[in-house]
């Protein structure tokens, strides 16, 4: 016979096991429904909203901060009614598209999942092909100083020969005069990805059409989005960042064929190869080559810089040649 002692010590063994089981479904439940309660206008929320495509397409994984989300939808708020683009769409962009009441918003896509998506009503969304994968970026910057073409005056002509223009932009697109514009797509996350260098571009040449137009390039803690800002948006026309998002503010100058004034400043820091220093800029901009990064931390840390190959390449008016 089965003594009372071990009959007990069953039943306390029993409950335990049936309360662990009973625990850890209830975890697993809450688990699997949490996702569900964030909000579609939540600037710090990382879930697509339901009406998104699936999230293998990386919707959204790459979201504004609150303080870049502040900033941008504090701007488009101050400018609206406007005419307000986007290059990539992301669910928090159609919140602060809500903002500008009784204006113009476009979006720009390269993937066409995407535009799967729904949109409110009045909200233009359009498929654009023609960007180039993000490992060639070095390759189209030399190219975008050489070429005539690639200057203001080139614009976005379909015939253009500039192999950073965006020669299939909508009609709807190209004649408007844009107050604000967003670059935040295409993804640019890997060297096989489409890169935004074409965006950066297309975003500048528009700008320059309009009187007043505010650009906002995301992600600027990478190489081509730091790289391209200097180059086409220019130092002289950074106004203020939060995080990773840069604003710019350009004026028209239809007089001039440079996106940045001829005073700015190209740096090639050379690193300690062996190497006799690489030939000047082919343009008219002064040069300053600094042998060693650490002999010079000011001018480095406060001018962009990248390295490319065995050097690093920047741009910026506030760079002096006080240390060489």
Known sequence: ?????????????????????????????????????????????????????????????????????????????????????????????????????????????????RLKAKVPKGIGIYLVKGHERAGTAYELLEHARKHPSCTLQGG??????????????????????????????????????????????????????????????HDTDRMIEKWYSWEFLCHENLVSSKGKLWHFRITANSSSDNFCSQAAVQILLELDFGREPVNRSADSRPVIVLDQLDECPGIVSHCAYEIVGHAIAGLGTACNSTCI
Not at 52 to 62: A, Q, T
Not at 171 to 187: L, T
């Open 156 to 217: 976005l002509l379909a015939g253009s020969e500039c192999r950073l223009s965006l020669k299939r932009l909508p009609e709807a697109v190209q004649r408007r005069k844009w107050d604000v514009v967003v670059v935040d797509g295409p993804s640019g996350d890997q060297p096989e990805a489409l890169g935004r260098m074409g965006a950066i571009y297309t975003a500048a040449i528009l700008a320059h059409k309009g009187v007043k137009t505010d650009v906002l390039v």
């Open 1 to 113: 016979m089965i003594q009372p002692k071990r009959i007990k010590m069953l039943s306390k063994r029993s409950v335990i096991i049936i309360l662990v089981v009973c625990s850890t479904l209830s975890i697993l439940k809450l688990y699997t429904l949490a996702p569900s309660a964030s909000g579609f206008g939540d600037p710090s929320s990382s879930s697509p909203p339901r009406d998104f495509p699936d999230s293998s397409h990386k919707i959204d994984r790459d979201l504004l901060s609150p303080k870049e989300y502040q900033l941008l939808s504090d701007l488009v708020a101050g400018r609206a009614p406007c005419n307000l683009l986007f290059f990539g769409l992301k669910k928090q962009f159609l919140a602060v598209a809500a903002l500008n009441t009784g204006g113009i918003t476009i979006f720009l896509e390269d993937d066409s999942e």
